[in-house]
């Protein structure tokens, strides 16, 4: 008894004189009532580096090409293109779930300081790219590859942490905050890049060097494991069909936006037919696996939790639904509305970024504020109805003429926004507390693999609607305006038959689309009227703008049919079943 005294008041004389080494070194304890914040605010510096990260590439990529010297549009660089828009995206897809089990098995903690280091020297090898042409752009998908590896540590264990440092009664405000900093990230990234490659193309890679530094010593220094650790044997078979599987199936639909042959996308292409079906049989694979093996990496059960599963489904649809936002609005504001309001097609990348602000803020406002009231009321009506509010902004957009007025557009992306953060906390946070303790990281890694597929998704399926779309209307289009300016009618033809793919890749990128695509001996034997009238702001976004509505029309419907199923799985995901 006296020896328990003794210890009780030497703890106390610790506590009062700060002689203890941990808070001398500036820790938290992990019981101290405040290492939750510390959690929490590291873990949303962590979200925030990985996916503003995965959009700043996207606004950069003219800058970055034009760097390392390659003209991205070439019809043997367009692979590079892809990669570079894609590589950072499909990594992360693949091994968020692998690095949510490792977090499981050897601490959640190690895994995601771990996927700091990872991403921090990976934006060092980014920023120092020292080769040109097609080698300089294998070494930057190269690293994006290994930058997608620390990201999808970071995106597979933050959560997992917040859950795990967090009462259940505070567990939505803090989800929130992480989703927030994780949603918002893609939106920051276009106006970062934007701001960043008219300085220096290194410089959109080297800006992540400092933070990742920093959030890398302060993770190793302040976070502590406070998981159930399962320590086990690695799923090798699972992990490598499963990497396989969604892999190939992933990359298929990005190269199904290409032409191939006669076609305007590359649907009809057998290689990718092929590599649809050969990863749809190897994640079928993969399910057989995880079914026998004794240590699974994809906890299967987990989907008999109607939470868990009625959550993920809408995590996806609202993750395709998001990234085809994204891309068409990207799509809408360069290629048509910009340019018909003065802007050079130079200036519309960073100004799109801009004029998207209100998407941002919107979810900014309402992401917060949805974690605290959902702890207090409940999480399935804010899900569901946050998703109800996505659809009706799609159906406002739906609804607006190409050349809208600028305050409706704002309104409508501000409202998108809103209904996107009032549902990504809630869901979260329900799914997160529907699991057993021991299997939040693996839960963590699958809902990842979920929103990140469902980004990628959804370049492949809206591209590839859009560009059948303008392939129905741009053509004849484009060959009739050509011939009428005086452009002879077989260049006309032949320009007017190029796969739509270039037209859009070229709005996408902010290059003038065409000086990209009429030869440019052409277009230098024209009167100097004619040239400035072709090449100016209003001649090209004419010609797509009644094609390019039809597709947005498709897209955006689409989108909203996804965001309503999502609201009703969320809605009806077993309410009557208690959260563990």
Known sequence: MRMRDADSSMDALKTSTGSDPARRAGRLNRDHPRYKWVALSNTTVGMLLATVNSSIVIISLPAIFRGIGLNPLEPGNVSF???????????????????????????RVRIYNAGFAVFTVASIALSLDPLHGGSGALWLIGWRVVQGVGGAMLFANSTAILTDAFPVEQRGTALGVNQVAAIAGSFLGLIIGGLLAEWDWRVVFLVSVPIGLVGTIWSYASLHELGERRPG?????????????????????????????GHSTGWANPWVLGGIGGGVLLLAVFCVIESKVAEPMFQLSLFRIPQFSAGSLAVLLSAIGRGGLQFMLIIWLQGIWLPLHGFAFEETPLWAGIY????????LAAGPVSGYLSDRYGQRLFAS???????????GLVALPVDFPYWVFAALLAISGIGSGVFSSPNTSRVMSSVPAHQRGAAAG???????SGQALSIGVFFSLLIIGLAAGLPNALTSGLERSGVPAAVAQSVGHLPPVGSLFAAFLGYNPIRTILPPDVLNSLPPDTQARLTGNEFFPNLISAPVHQG????????????????????LDGRRRRTT
Do not use: E, H
């Not at 570079?84 to 693949?94: C, D, P, Q, R, T």
């Not at 699958?446 to 990140?452: A, E, H, I, K, Y």
């Not at 996804?562 to 009703?568: E, K, L, N, T």
């Open 552 to 571: 947005l029309v498709v897209v955006f419907s689409a989108a909203a049919v996804m965001m309503v199923v999502g609201a009703i799985a969320s809605l």
């Open 81 to 107: 293109l892809l990669w570079m828009i894609m590589g950072f995206l499909l990594v992360s897809a693949v091994l968020v779930v692998p690095a949510g089990r490792l977090g499981d098995m050897f601490g």
């Open 233 to 261: 044997r690695l799923d090798l078979p699972g992990n490598l069909t499963f990497a396989a599987g969604l892999g190939v199936v992933l990359a298929a639909i990005t190269y199904g936006i290409q032409p191939y042959g």
């Open 446 to 452: 699958m809902r990842g693999t979920f929103q990140n």
């Open 356 to 363: 998207m602000l209100p998407l941002t803020v919107g979810f």
């Open 385 to 395: 109805g946050g998703l109800i509010i996505v659809a009706a902004a799609f159906l």
